[in-house]
């Protein structure tokens, strides 16, 4: 309590310093209660006689206290840039790092190709796309910011006991070939394989599946061929 009381009027003391005239009345009166103050006074190597007795302003403490408000200043700016550069940099983190998507084939009875070239599968139904980075129609997800995307896609095929299993996909970053799944396969009728990749992408690169010329992906009628990915963690470009 008591040193409670001793730190509350080493405030007073200061403020009656540093204020000037706007405030007199209020700090007439903590000046008033300061000098009647009947306790010891911890001010250490201050000069209280002055500080207490004589007219506010005087020369006591006014040297430590403008130091002391100049490092106060300069410390708070120091402060006040840290912060703001820390801001500018979460913002620059987390602006539209929310994407995600997930995509399926319509259901098929009959077979999606064989064509002539090599040709992206458009997943069409498509079950979530945060960030708008997937576009169903061509089937291309295109990354809305660089980042380490996670990327998945089953290849799912059912045939006749007529015709065999010859289906190859592969998953494409701009132009790239990244990874393939496939199967040629006079035994089995129904099959599927899903793949994983991990892919650093900038911002706008475009990542897809092809369907390889020649072959055919048949009689999905449950929406077994899927595409999705999502943003693992976003990267700052150069
Ligand atoms: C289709 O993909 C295959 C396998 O990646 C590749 O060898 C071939 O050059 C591609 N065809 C075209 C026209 O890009």
Known sequence: MKTLTEAA???LLILCFCSHSESATALDLLHNTAVSWKGTLPCGQWDCECAFSRQRGCCCVIKQLSELEEATFIRLIGVWEGLSRLNSQIEEVTAGCQIAF?????PMTACFGPFTSNVSVSY???????GNGYNPALGTFTAPHAGLYCFT???YSKVGNVDRLYQKLQLMKDGQLIASSWEDNRVDSEDSSTQTVLLQLRQGSQVYVELLSGRQLCG???SYNTFSGYLVYPFTEE
């Open 153 to 155: 896609f089953t290849a």
């Open 220 to 222: 999905d009628t449950q």
């Open 9 to 11: 009027l080493y405030v």
């Open 124 to 130: 069409q139904s498509v079950s979530l796309n945060q």
């Open 102 to 106: 997930t995509a399926a084939m319509l």
